[in-house]
């Protein structure tokens, strides 16, 4: 186990040490199981009623009243698969000049246990004015099925989240949404040698050009404007053959002006290609600036932006701010670590954040 300086609160140790066993133990998506057990005994070891479904958890505050507004704590346990270019073990938790190093530890492991330690410091306060749940969930870094989408149903109404994920504890009151789009322009089959057919690759180069140049009439506040971006291409056969079909594959990045229908919508009445979306479910989210959370984490020095990345919220149909240690920038590298100082800093702001919130 690692030596964690004595200066540090309790909670801050504790959460280190399972953020530590949490590293150690290997979570990529869709292979949670094993981590979702460490984090379950955890809980259970500190007298708290986990529930499980596949490999997220959830658990209830003990004085849980229907009576009373729910805020929902949720992050995740899934990591991506280390970059080749990690110098350090990427399933060795090291602490090296305050930076705890390991692979999940800033995304989101460092958020997740902040988290959790919030939800036990408030879980046995009898006269707080909001029930809390605890949802630590799967499958977030693929935005799969068998994630938190798999669970809402289970957790009744929710009337504000916090999710958890590394912003330096500011507040992202406002998150892009993603659509991914399977395009392709349609052209005619000829002989490359003589002025016949209508070549799809000149047709869909056309069609980016517009698509590179269009401008969305309205802008997010906070979000600014709709990204599109070409990241695939293909087209042809043979030397000789005029192609008849160029697909690409468009990254739209969404915003809370527009729904992810009306941007489907818009572009395929502007740009003369096949539009094949392979999913409309991850739409933007957002929260009001004079929403009581957020007002409350201004008074405590928190600043509001707008993310351009995607998390779980875009999954939540219920209002949620996206608020936690680490630093965004960390995420997915090699590398990766979180600030012990952060994840004290984390615990104490999101327990000043709740502490007698009323929503």
Request: with cysteine.
């Amino acid at each position: 186990m690692l030596e964690i300086d004595s200066s540090y609160h309790n909670n801050t140790r504790e959460a280190v040490a399972l953020l530590s066993a949490m590293i150690e133990t290997e979570s990529l998506s869709r292979e949670e199981e094993n981590v979702a057990k460490l984090v379950r005994k955890f809980l259970e070891n500190k007298g708290v009623a986990v529930h499980q479904k596949r490999n997220n958890l959830w658990a209830k505050s003990k004085t849980f009243s229907k009576h009373k507004p729910t805020i929902l704590l949720n992050s995740h346990i899934d990591t991506v698969k280390p970059a080749k270019s990690y110098t350090l073990d990427p399933f060795k938790a090291q602490i090296i000049e305050g930076r705890l190093h390991g692979l999940g530890s800033n995304d989101a492991g460092g958020p997740l246990v902040s988290l959790i330690m919030t939800f036990l410091h408030f879980h046995e306060l009898s006269d707080l004015p909001y029930n809390l749940i605890l949802a630590v969930t799967a499958e977030e870094e693929i935005s799969g099925i068998n994630g938190i989408a798999s669970i809402i149903s289970e957790l009744g109404k929710i009337d504000l989240a916090i999710v958890g994920e590394p912003t330096l504890m500011d507040m992202a009151i406002a998150e892009k949404g993603l659509i991914v789009i399977d395009c392709e322009a349609k052209g005619v089959s000829g002989h490359a040698a003589r002025e016949e057919g209508v070549n799809a690759i000149y047709k869909a180069l056309t069609e980016i050009e517009k698509l590179k140049n269009y401008q969305f009439e309205k802008e997010s506040a906070y979000l600014g404007p709709i990204k599109k971006t070409v990241t695939l291409i293909e087209a042809g056969t043979q030397h000789n053959v005029v192609p008849d079909s160029c697909r690409f594959v468009l990254d739209v990045r969404t915003t809370d002006a527009y729904t992810n229908q009306e941007v489907v919508e818009i572009l395929e009445r502007e740009i003369d290609v096949i539009f094949n979306p392979r999913s409309l479910r991850l739409n933007s989210s957002g929260i009001s600036p004079e929403h009581p959370i957020v007002l409350r984490g201004e008074s405590l020095g928190m600043k509001k932006y707008g993310s351009p990345t995607l998390s779980d919220q875009a999954l939540m149909p219920f209002k949620s701010i996206k608020i936690g240690p680490g630093d965004s920038a960390r995420s997915h590298t090699a590398d990766e670590y979180i600030y012990v100082d952060e994840i004290e800093k984390g615990i104490q702001l999101y327990i000043q954040l709740l502490d007698g919130l009323v929503i």
